[in-house]
């Protein structure tokens, strides 16, 4: 039985299975409606993990931000974050490869109620050197356990992130504490591609990353 990070006893367990993790996603409803995700491959952001984002997140000018690229869905909770703690009205458009992952979004979140949240499935690696949009802010949260997305760490892909954004653009990315050696070669590049840095950190588990344009 999956423990839940509330008191109360669950009043519905929905179990998806998602062919890109190979393994069971489950959908925890309680009794007064509040929903999670559980599963073995996902680090979902709930709790402790929801406060450091949302913590994070203080850092950065949301309500001023007109576009926000989501590079990786996850439970919809960045989605929410955004919408219920900042009040953000602004255009999401969402990079993810796990159609069910999508399916719950729309079918138990209701991200099809709000016209300005677009959802393009396919691997973010495939769909950044195709977009043609500037965001003003990318969130990358591709964190699958054990192992962070490993094109995460290519300087390829953070040369797509930085052609996706608009001058003084913001990336927040979500990693975990495990991977603070192999992140030292995307600071480096980073800060020599003109972007500062701030680090928010649950030590010894979940690092977050914020690098905003110097120019």
Known sequence: MIKLKYKEKPKKITRYFSNILNDYIDLIESADGKKILKSPGIDYIY???RRIFIKAMRNISIKKTSNILLVGLGDSSIISILRDTFN???????LELDQTLIDIAV?????????NINIIRGDAADLLPT???????????LFVEPFLNKKCFTIAFWECIINTLSPKGTVLFNTNSVY???INHIIGYMNRKGFSSVQYQIKGYQDIYIWKSNF
């Open 47 to 49: 709790g402790l993990n």
């Open 88 to 94: 953000y009205k602004g255009t999401v458009n969402v």
């Open 107 to 115: 079918q138990d979140f209701d991200l099809q109620k709000d016209p």
């Open 131 to 141: 977009l043609s949009l500037k965001n003003e802010l990318s969130i990358i949260n």
């Open 180 to 182: 603070s050696n192999n």
